[in-house]
T-cell receptor
């Protein structure tokens, strides 16, 4: 039961342009969302998070947008850099516990110099 | 470097053997989580522990898998009588507190069962 979905397995973007990674979820109880970046043979690295009381959170080149009615979030990277090439996972949790993160299957981003 | 540490990074076992995976959380973190990533899949939650307590093991397979986080020392994920389907990357994460707190991940242990 995949409650968090990333329907694009891969994405290629030219250096300097915007990268938009998408994530959909099915559980309306989710109220905390995160994006992680993962290089091969390494663990996921936390990028940015957003609570359901917000619809946007920005940190440098990274912005996460949350559309609760559509159960959709997206990560924007502007401008994209070759070092951003990695697999990006979105994750979600809910409730008082929030212990368990539900992960999407990842989108592999390639930034072309 | 006070990040999450996992060892070994790679582990090869034959079917029927035991696998022990270790995780030391970030300094100051007392909450540990284990996740498994099968090929071509996302990370799947297995278990959440605090010192000497298993808080949530809803993602753990019912048999052969166990986890502990003793008062002293690292957290251990133990897989008995491994089978080929156990081959995966196992990630440990830690957080400072309970609840919706960012989890920081270690580099993972890649288990290969021959």
């Amino acid at each position: 039961d995949q409650q968090v979905k990333q329907n694009s397995p891969s994405l290629s973007v030219q250096e300097g342009r915007i990268s938009i990674l998408n994530c959909d979820y099915t559980n309306s109880m989710f109220d905390y969302f995160l994006w992680y970046k993962k290089y091969p043979a390494e663990g996921p690295t936390f990028l940015i998070s957003i609570s359901s009381i917000k619809d946007k959170n920005e940190d440098g080149r990274f912005t996460v947008f949350l559309n609760k009615s559509a159960k959709h979030l997206s990560l924007h990277i502007v401008p994209s850099q070759p070092g951003d090439s990695a697999v990006y996972f979105c994750a979600a949790s809910y409730g008082d516990t929030g212990n368990q993160f539900y992960f999407g299957t990842g989108t592999s981003l390639t930034v072309i110099p | 470097n006070a990040g999450v540490m996992q060892n070994p990074r790679h582990l090869v076992r034959r079917r029927g053997q035991e696998a022990r995976l270790r995780c030391s959380p970030m300094k100051g973190h007392s909450h540990v989580y284990w996740y498994r990533q099968l090929p071509e899949e996302g990370l799947k939650f297995m278990v959440y522990l605090q010192k000497e307590n298993i808080i949530d093991e809803s993602g753990m397979p019912k048999e052969r898998f166990s986890a502990e986080f003793p008062k002293e020392g690292p957290s251990i994920l133990r897989i008995q009588q491994v089978v080929r389907g156990d081959s995966a990357a196992y990630f440990c994460a830690s957080s400072q507190s309970r609840g919706q707190e960012t989890q920081y991940f270690g580099p993972g242990t890649r288990l290969l069962v021959l």
